[in-house]
């Protein structure tokens, strides 16, 4: 074996150097790992407390930070080991500077001579190894940036739009309002760039067409419109091919947050995942766990009724009913409240409203005399009802509480799965 040579160098590259991008990467890998599943945390703790144009702010802004959030782990990941798979080429290179010896190897002659054929050039390999990751890396990046810039300005202009409309009490559609200031703001310069493109080579230089699609040109590349403000992709389109970039730009995008809305239905409705077709699943049947606060993922779980365990072993039953305002906001803004009442009056208005939109029957019989406090539940810091049942005469054995609840106001029912109108804790004594 041919001695090792004793001073492999790496290739000069300008900062950050090879190592530090290497240390940079490996370091994102983990950290970026992370985020997706902090990310499903946060919408599972704001998406109960909030109703209407909130949630849709609330969800399209989990779907667009997840959808970023994944790019950039998938992007680290493969950097990471493109950027690997270089340095192991340079190395090998600065080691065994001859290349590939096709007389040591065992090949037949002509296998030998084809492959000699192919002219392979190990300066050439490393090359395209450092362009492949580099690219990767660019094309990885500017699709999370895209998306980020994307949350921002369309989750954020919503929930402005929102502030707006509630500070001054607009009766609108804060989807329609949202989309014709988009209109207003982006149409002139997309239809700008369409004329341009049609006219643009023969239209006088003092022809005022010209300085109208000019001028909208101009304020179009400081809304962030222009080739100068995403050089990536311009200079990826103008070297690779636009068209192919824009295929592989949007393709990706669209798979990025295919996959954040697939999570998330996922994480809403994990029994479509698996093959358990068969199991007798419906909610006159399903003992579920997130009803007993032993049992539960507060985080994770949806926000519904629940006690302290199966077995009930006390004189009383502790049953907490969060506030979901998108079941009972609705309902509650037609709760009868006398005009002149003071804030401990309305409270207890309300109060008493809400209590009856969550009547409780034990055991198939109603509990009319039932009272509700306020209070919340301690483990998510929601507003929630609590309520002691006095279950002292109850006899041993299994028994049944119901929780009413309204349907959903910004839902239509599931013809698939109707909902029974009610919450079904089994506990046993």
């Known amino acids: 074996m041919d001695a090792p040579h004793t001073a492999p160098q ?27 599943g902090w990310l499903d945390g946060v919408l599972l703790t704001l998406e109960p407390r909030v109703n209407g144009d909130w949630r849709m702010v ?34 090998m290179q600065s080691v065994y500077p001859a290349g590939i010896r096709y007389d040591r190897l065992k090949l037949g002659p002509i296998q030998s001579e084809v492959e000699r054929e192919r002219g392979f050039d190990m300066a050439a390999t490393v090359e395209r190894a450092d362009n492949r990751a580099s690219v990767a890396f660019a094309v990885g990046v500017l699709i999370a940036s895209t998306l980020a ?33 988009f209109a207003i703001l982006f149409l002139p310069v997309l239809a700008a760039m369409l004329l341009d493109r049609q006219l643009g080579a023969r239209l006088p230089r003092d022809a005022w067409l010209r300085h109208a699609i000019s001028t909208t040109l101009r304020i179009g590349s400081r809304l962030g419109m222009g080739v100068g403000r995403n050089p990536i992709l311009s200079i990826l389109s103008s070297n690779g091919g636009q068209r192919q970039a824009m295929l592989l730009f949007n393709g990706a995008v669209i798979l990025a947050m295919v ?31 997130d009803y007993y606060d032993d049992q539960r993922d507060p985080q994770a779980g ?14 009383y039953l502790k049953l907490v009913v969060p506030y979901v305002p998108r079941r009972v906001e609705a309902l509650m803004q037609q709760c009868p409240i006398p005009g002149s009442a003071n804030d ?21 019989r109603p509990l009319p005399g039932l009272r509700y406090d306020a209070s919340n539940d ?52």
């Open 10 to 36: 790496l290739p000069a590259r300008t900062t950050p150097t090879w190592e530090v991008e290497l240390l940079i990467s490996g370091v994102a890998v983990f950290a970026m790992l992370q985020l997706p």
């Open 58 to 91: 609330v969800v399209m802004s989990y779907v667009y930070a997840k959808s970023a959030a994944v790019v950039l782990a998938a992007t680290f990941v493969i950097h990471l080991m493109l950027r690997a798979m270089w340095i192991a080429l340079v190395g």
């Open 149 to 181: 810039v994307i949350c921002v300005v369309f989750c954020g202009g919503l929930a402005l739009v929102n502030l707006a409309a509630a500070a001054f009490g607009w009766k609108v559609n804060v989807m329609v309002l949202f989309a014709t200031i």
């Open 259 to 289: 996959t954040a809305t697939t999570s998330l239905v996922g994480i809403q409705r994990p029994e479509w995942i698996g093959n358990y077709g068969l199991f007798p699943a419906s909610d006159a049947l399903d003992v579920e766990t």
């Open 302 to 315: 949806r926000a519904q009724p629940y006690i302290p365990g199966m077995v009930v072993r006390g004189p």
């Open 344 to 364: 401990e009056a309305r409270a207890a208005a309300l109060l008493a409203c809400l209590g009856k939109l969550h009547a409780v029957s034990l055991d198939g």
């Open 378 to 429: 301690p483990r998510t810091d929601r507003p929630a009802l609590l309520a002691m049942i006095d279950v002292r005469d109850l006899p041993a054995g299994r028994h049944e509480l119901r929780i009413a609840r309204p349907p959903y106001s910004d839902r239509k029912p599931r013809k698939d799965r109707p909902d029974p109108g009610y919450h079904r804790i089994v506990f046993w004594r």
